[in-house]
């Protein structure tokens, strides 16, 4: 009787080590695919929570198709419970595919030979003591149409955490009716990937828009529009963002007329802008105040 419970309990410590061996995937060292941070990380506080913010650059060097299943973020200090995981098509609201269509376009999360996805992270935590000094990420891959249903595992470099001196901005107006505006992870300012002087940056990561409502804060303006002096906002004074230096001031550029499709001057890398004030904030970090009409967002800038 003793001799076959033991020989029971060594087959389920058999079955139970085969499991394991199944569950627990590996990352691969090997496996053809490019995980970049170009920007690492900065925390910041808003809303009583503090913010990571940046992107991972996922590039194939497969001559087939990947298709990406989940996305991981966890703390470079051996722990074994992600900060952050994503799976199937909550994948696909985090990704960007640069210079795809077709295939891409019908399923983001398809990866053809040599091409590249953008996953936009934004991970929040509740306070400073919570931020890691380093992340690392996994990504978990399918081949399809393989005879095999594994997933093929990657693990990217640590990538370590900017710390600031805790610099406190505050909002570029004073007054009633200020309202921020675009500044979410899903925002055109915070995906608004753009090549310049062979990289991929994205300058307006933390962009936000000010804009002004009247008295019974349902409108931006008064009128019909057709005056950039209907808009609640025009003529308004501004105010520096924190104790600064005004390095750039531009205010040669003149007015587009908002009732017409016409533009005052054409936009380019210079005038994109339009007229604004560029402060110093030390450190290598600047605010830009601009004003942006709807005829340069329509543009792409």
């Known amino acids: 009787m003793n001799s076959r419970i033991y020989l029971r309990s060594?087959?389920?410590?058999?079955?139970?080590?085969s499991v394991n061996a199944?569950?627990?995937?590996?990352?691969?060292?090997?496996f053809p695919v490019v995980?970049?941070?170009?920007?690492?990380?900065?925390?910041?506080?808003?809303?009583?929570?503090?913010h990571l913010v940046y992107e991972?650059?996922?590039?194939?060097?497969?001559?087939?198709?990947?298709l990406l299943e989940k996305v991981e973020a966890y703390r470079d200090d051996g722990s074994s419970a992600p900060l952050a995981s994503y799976?199937?098509?909550?994948?696909?609201?985090?990704?960007?595919?640069?210079?795809?269509?077709?295939?891409?376009?019908?399923?983001?999360?398809?990866?053809?030979?040599?091409?590249?996805?953008?996953?936009?992270?934004?991970?929040?935590?509740?306070?400073?003591?919570?931020?890691?000094?380093?992340?690392?990420?996994r990504l978990y891959f399918k081949?399809?149409?393989?005879t095999s249903n594994d997933d093929r595992v990657v693990e990217g470099p640590p990538v370590g955490v900017h710390r600031n001196d805790n610099l406190v901005i505050g909002p570029p107006v004073h007054g009633q009716g200020w309202v921020a505006r675009f500044?979410?992870?899903?925002?055109?300012?915070?995906?608004?990937?753009?090549?310049?002087?062979?990289?991929?940056?994205?300058?307006?990561?933390?962009?936000?828009?000010?804009?002004?409502?009247?008295?019974?804060w349902q409108y931006l303006r008064s009128g019909d529009g057709s005056k950039n002096s209907d808009f609640y906002c025009y003529g308004e004074q501004l105010i520096a963002v924190?104790?600064?230096?005004?390095?750039?001031?531009?205010?040669?550029?003149?007015?587009?007329?908002?009732?017409?499709?016409?533009?005052?001057?054409?936009?380019?890398?210079?005038?994109?802008?339009?007229n604004h004030v560029v402060l110093d904030l030390g450190g290598q970090r600047f605010a830009l105040r601009t004003y942006a009409d709807r005829k340069r967002k329509s543009k792409g800038w």
């Not at 060594?10 to 080590?17: E, G, R, S, T």
């Not at 995980?35 to 503090?50: C, D, E, L, S």
């Not at 081949?143 to 393989?146: D, E, G, L, T």
């Not at 925002?187 to 009247?214: C, E, P």
């Open 87 to 137: 799976k199937d098509a909550e994948i696909n609201g985090l990704l960007s595919r640069p210079g795809t269509g077709g295939a891409a376009a019908a399923n983001p999360r398809l990866i053809g030979a040599g091409q590249r996805a953008v996953v936009y992270l934004w991970l929040t935590m509740d306070s400073p003591a919570a931020v890691p000094a380093a992340l690392k990420h």
């Open 10 to 17: 060594a087959i389920i410590a058999v079955a139970l080590l």
């Open 242 to 274: 924190a104790d600064a230096t005004v390095v750039e001031v531009k205010n040669d550029i003149p007015e587009n007329d908002p009732s017409s499709n016409s533009l005052a001057i054409p936009i380019s890398f210079e005038t994109a802008a339009g």
């Open 56 to 66: 991972l650059h996922v590039t194939s060097f497969r001559a087939g198709e990947l």
């Open 143 to 146: 081949i399809p149409n393989s």
């Open 183 to 216: 500044n979410s992870s899903t925002s055109f300012h915070r995906r608004g990937l753009m090549v310049v002087n062979g990289q991929a940056v994205i300058s307006q990561r933390f962009a936000t828009d000010w804009g002004k409502y009247g008295e019974n």
């Open 22 to 30: 199944v569950t627990a995937q590996q990352p691969s060292t090997n």
């Open 35 to 50: 995980i970049q941070v170009p920007v690492p990380p900065t925390p910041f506080k808003a809303n009583g929570k503090v």
